[in-house]
């Protein structure tokens, strides 16, 4: 990243579907100075992301250097198929693939299944004749009519993006390359990415797949990301740096050529910070629970680092259906995802079950509480109902909270439904999302073969800390840690960060016939590619490549991913990889050929920047406050509530307890306790442990 000077002011931004929040932080001392929390403008979203810049130079003189940015905008252009007018150019015989998918349904057993529709509708999934078989070879060249005729074509569709996916073209991008000038020069309006580009990958589906989600966000990404270059650029703000998929960092251009990179962006940061909390507290299995207005997300941390994977489905659930979604090549932090925030709301469906979620308040209204037009109940009103929520604590993200409307709309929509008390009502909303939320975890843990006991559940987001003790307690997850500023981890996350580059090249070799100086040319191939993504970067640092290597079985349809950068020829990956099936399954095929399918690199430009601090206020535990609250049984209690700077570092309290601060509010159990940490992170674990 930059090199660190006195004063080397960053922002970092991460919008939600409620809030955004935004960080600053003095990188030469690795502080945070400032924070701020404004409601998220849907329609707009860079319009809340400037206001909170605009908010922070007004009261602070020093220059800002950078801003960070978590950016949710080509998740929502996917989810809400409102992307650009497609066109798809496939081999002569492969229009269909994107419909055809691979014959597999969401669920197996499902007599009635619905999948996720095309991106781009038949019409304007285009053949052109050509060949290349999948040693890279030409068997039918393309020919210079066959362009003629693709680009009248487009032209007159009034095309916006074009997705090019040839066959084997991870091979030999010759064509591709050969239309995707061709095609610019003529349109030089049109957006335009190629596969060979965005993944130079096999397998056919997969990778179309993700070159037509690349070319169908594409142009709303870029124009989002020009007008918030253009905005800081007014405000003599120099660098624009965008979190992708992978928690890594790259410049707004490279964002803008590859935006399928950023799918995963807004809720990879968290995890960033979850890894860098870690570090701090010399803790290696973390579970990252990130809930915020509209979602819930859990993440792993193992090791020190985040939990990768090589493909996604984007867009998989809707409306709590799994619908197959949109495969999507390209490296991301692994994330479990559901639709239970703050701002969720809770409904009674047509057999009289009460249900919380995936519709979300959002913003605008927002829930009832915040008396902007919304009507119907969330968890963020059953919380002010209870008493866990103070109504004066949102003064600071320009809200005021009315307790009388959480009540009416929970009355209103539940209690009176279901004929309960108003406070039962409010229970069960938060019950019920409790339980939807511990199920996730043990997703991410459990359903894996992952012992949640070992691990340490890290809570973060406006609403992360409110619940998290409780599902601690259900899954068993035996520790709780509440960083600093956990309304603001995630926007925080933004600034740790490196700036990041995955690169694969498919080869499909068997592992001996692989020489030493066959290796090195394909690394080095992938070496130039990731050498001019690093050039487009306005960040100063040091290069960093690693390799990696898939290699599976002959006839396996799996790949195992193992470090390269020690291994000379194909020889040597053979050997690791006979060693690692071994250690991993408890037998190694002796008589099986090996394959080397795929070769990667991972271009980073290190910094040494990578953890944070805050300043932590010594005050005293006498200085505490007393509210009622209303029980799990019906009973009214009277629970202690302190605010987190009144806590000296090294005390240990017992709950039940409310801890508030600005962006959240903690709540302790009856039999769980927290000692304060040096680093100012609370720890919560059950009071006899």
Same mark, same amino acid.
């Given at each position: 990243?930059?090199?660190?000077?006195?004063?080397?002011?960053?922002?970092?931004?991460?919008?939600?579907?409620?809030?955004?929040?935004?960080?600053?932080?003095?990188?030469?001392?690795?502080?945070?100075?400032?924070?701020?929390?404004?409601?998220?403008?849907?329609?707009?979203?860079?319009?809340?992301?400037?206001? @909170?810049?605009?908010?922070?130079?007004?009261?602070?003189?020093?220059?800002?250097?950078?801003?960070?940015?978590?950016?949710?905008?080509?998740?929502?252009?996917?989810?809400?198929?409102? #992307?650009?007018?497609?066109?798809?150019?496939?081999?002569?015989?492969?229009?269909?693939?994107?419909?055809?998918?691979?014959?597999?349904?969401?669920?197996?057993?499902?007599?009635?299944?619905?999948?996720?529709?095309?991106?781009?509708?038949?019409?304007?999934?285009?053949?052109?004749?050509?060949?290349?078989?999948?040693?890279?070879?030409?068997?039918?060249?393309?020919?210079?009519?066959?362009?003629?005729?693709?680009?009248?074509?487009?032209?007159?569709?009034?095309?916006? @993006?074009?997705?090019?996916?040839?066959?084997?073209?991870?091979?030999?991008?010759?064509?591709?390359?050969?239309?995707?000038?061709?095609?610019?020069?003529?349109?030089?309006?049109?957006?335009?990415?190629?596969?060979?580009?965005?993944?130079?990958?096999?397998?056919?589906?997969?990778?179309?797949?993700?070159?037509?989600?690349?070319?169908?966000?594409?142009?709303?990404?870029?124009?989002?990301?020009?007008?918030?270059?253009?905005?800081?650029?007014?405000?003599?703000?120099?660098?624009?740096?965008?979190?992708?998929?992978?928690?890594?960092?790259?410049?707004?251009?490279?964002?803008?050529?590859?935006?399928?990179?950023?799918?995963?962006?807004?809720?990879?940061?968290?995890?960033?910070?979850?890894?860098?909390?870690?570090?701090?507290?010399?803790?290696?299995?973390?579970?990252?629970?990130?809930?915020?207005?509209?979602?819930?997300?859990?993440?792993?941390?193992?090791?020190?680092?985040?939990?990768?994977?090589?493909?996604?489905?984007?867009?998989?659930?809707?409306?709590?259906?799994?619908?197959?979604?949109?495969?999507?090549?390209?490296?991301?932090?692994?994330?479990?995802?559901?639709?239970?925030?703050?701002?969720?709301?809770?409904?009674?469906?047509?057999?009289?079950?009460?249900?919380?979620?995936?519709?979300?308040?959002?913003?605008?209204?927002?829930?009832?509480?915040?008396?902007?037009?919304?009507?119907?109940?969330?968890?963020?009103?059953?919380?002010?109902?209870?008493?866990?929520?103070?109504?004066?604590?949102?003064?600071?993200?320009?809200?005021?909270?009315?307790?009388?409307?959480?009540?009416?709309?929970?009355?209103?929509?539940?209690?009176?439904?279901?004929?309960?008390?108003?406070?039962?009502?409010?229970?069960?909303?938060?019950?019920?999302?409790?339980?939807?939320?511990?199920?996730?975890?043990?997703?991410?843990?459990?359903?894996?073969?992952?012992?949640?006991?070992?691990?340490?559940?890290?809570?973060?987001?406006?609403?992360?800390?409110?619940?998290?003790?409780?599902?601690?307690?259900?899954?068993?997850?035996?520790?709780?840690?509440?960083?600093?500023?956990?309304?603001?981890?995630?926007?925080?996350?933004?600034?740790?960060?490196?700036?990041?580059?995955?690169?694969?090249?498919?080869?499909?070799?068997?592992?001996?016939?692989?020489?030493?100086?066959?290796?090195?040319?394909?690394?080095?191939?992938?070496?130039?590619?990731?050498?001019?993504?690093?050039?487009?970067?306005?960040?100063?640092?040091?290069?960093?490549?690693?390799?990696?290597?898939?290699?599976?079985?002959?006839?396996?349809?799996?790949?195992?991913?193992?470090?390269?950068?020690?291994?000379?020829?194909?020889?040597?990956?053979?050997?690791?990889?006979?060693?690692?099936?071994?250690?991993?399954?408890?037998?190694?095929?002796?008589?099986?050929?090996?394959?080397?399918?795929?070769?990667?690199?991972?271009?980073?430009?290190?910094?040494?920047?990578?953890?944070?601090?805050?300043?932590?206020?010594?005050?005293?535990?006498?200085?505490?406050?007393?509210?009622?609250?209303?029980?799990?049984?019906?009973?009214?209690?009277?629970?202690?509530?302190?605010?987190?700077?009144?806590?000296?570092? #090294? @005390?240990?309290?017992?709950?039940?307890?409310?801890?508030?601060?600005?962006?959240?509010?903690?709540?302790?159990?009856?039999?769980?306790?927290?000692?304060?940490?040096?680093?100012?992170?609370?720890?919560?674990?059950?009071?006899?442990?």
């Amino acid at each position: 990243m930059t090199e660190t000077r006195p004063n080397d002011i960053a922002l970092g931004i991460d919008v939600g579907g409620t809030f955004t929040d935004v960080v600053a932080v003095d990188r030469s001392r690795g502080r945070i100075i400032s924070s701020y929390k404004l409601p998220s403008t849907p329609e707009d979203p860079s319009m809340a992301a400037i206001a @909170a810049v605009d908010r922070y130079m007004g009261n602070h003189t020093e220059r800002t250097q950078a801003v960070f940015h978590g950016t949710t905008v080509g998740t929502n252009t996917l989810i809400q198929k409102d #992307g650009a007018k497609t066109a798809l150019i496939a081999t002569e015989g492969f229009r269909d693939i994107l419909a055809l998918r691979r014959h597999a349904r969401p669920r197996l057993y499902d007599l009635s299944p619905r999948v996720s529709p095309p991106l781009i509708p038949r019409e304007f999934r285009l053949e052109v004749k050509e060949r290349i078989r999948h040693d890279g070879a030409i068997e039918i060249p393309l020919a210079v009519d066959e362009v003629d005729r693709i680009i009248a074509i487009l032209q007159a569709e009034g095309i916006e @993006a074009v997705a090019i996916s040839l066959l084997h073209a991870y091979a030999n991008d010759t064509h591709e390359c050969f239309l995707d000038k061709a095609i610019k020069t003529a349109l030089p309006d049109v957006f335009v990415t190629v596969s060979s580009n965005v993944t130079a990958e096999f397998r056919e589906y997969e990778r179309t797949s993700t070159v037509a989600v690349n070319a169908y966000i594409g142009p709303r990404v870029a124009n989002y990301l020009e007008q918030l270059r253009s905005r800081l650029n007014d405000r003599a703000i120099p660098e624009l740096a965008i979190v992708k998929s992978n928690g890594g960092l790259t410049s707004a251009s490279n964002a803008a050529r590859y935006p399928v990179h950023l799918i995963e962006s807004g809720p990879s940061a968290g995890v960033i910070a979850t890894a860098a909390l870690g570090r701090t507290e010399e803790i290696g299995a973390l579970i990252a629970f990130d809930m915020g207005g509209t979602t819930a997300k859990v993440g792993l941390v193992q090791d020190g680092n985040p939990r990768l994977n090589t493909e996604f489905h984007a867009d998989r659930f809707v409306e709590g259906r799994d619908m197959g979604g949109y495969p999507i090549k390209s490296p991301v932090i692994d994330l479990i995802e559901v639709g239970a925030g703050g701002g969720s709301i809770a409904w009674i469906d047509h057999f009289g079950v009460l249900k919380v979620g995936p519709k979300s308040a959002g913003a605008s209204p927002g829930p009832a509480c915040y008396g902007r037009g919304g009507e119907r109940p969330t968890m963020t009103d059953a919380h002010v109902v209870l008493g866990h929520i103070d109504a004066n604590g949102f003064t600071n993200a320009d809200l005021t909270i009315d307790e009388g409307l959480a009540k009416k709309a929970i009355e209103r929509h539940i209690a009176e439904p279901m004929g309960w008390n108003i406070e039962r009502a409010a229970h069960g909303i938060l019950t019920l999302a409790n339980a939807t939320m511990s199920e996730v975890v043990r997703l991410a843990t459990i359903r894996r073969g992952i012992d949640p006991r070992d691990f340490t559940l890290v809570a973060f987001g406006g609403a992360g800390p409110l619940h998290a003790a409780e599902i601690a307690r259900e899954v068993g997850v035996p520790r709780v840690l509440v960083p600093p500023m956990p309304g603001f981890f995630s926007a925080v996350g933004t600034t740790l960060g490196e700036v990041r580059h995955d690169l694969v090249q498919t080869v499909v070799r068997r592992g001996g016939s692989l020489t030493a100086a066959q290796l090195n040319r394909a690394f080095s191939r992938l070496s130039e590619r990731a050498s001019s993504l690093l050039a487009g970067e306005r960040t100063v640092g040091k290069p960093v490549y690693e390799r990696y290597a898939d290699l599976r079985y002959s006839g396996q349809m799996f790949e195992m991913i193992l470090p390269a950068s020690k291994a000379t020829s194909g020889s040597d990956l053979e050997r690791d990889f006979r060693t690692a099936y071994l250690g991993e399954y408890g037998y190694d095929l002796v008589d099986q050929s090996v394959e080397i399918v795929n070769l990667r690199l991972i271009a980073r430009l290190q910094d040494t920047q990578t953890s944070f601090t805050t300043p932590i206020t010594s005050g005293t535990t006498k200085s505490m406050r007393r509210r009622r609250m209303t029980l799990s049984d019906g009973d009214e209690q009277t629970v202690n509530v302190l605010t987190r700077d009144n806590i000296d570092p #090294g @005390a240990v309290l017992v709950g039940p307890l409310v801890i508030e601060e600005f962006g959240a509010t903690i709540r302790i159990l009856p039999g769980q306790k927290i000692t304060v940490r040096p680093s100012g992170s609370l720890l919560i674990e059950e009071a006899d442990a």
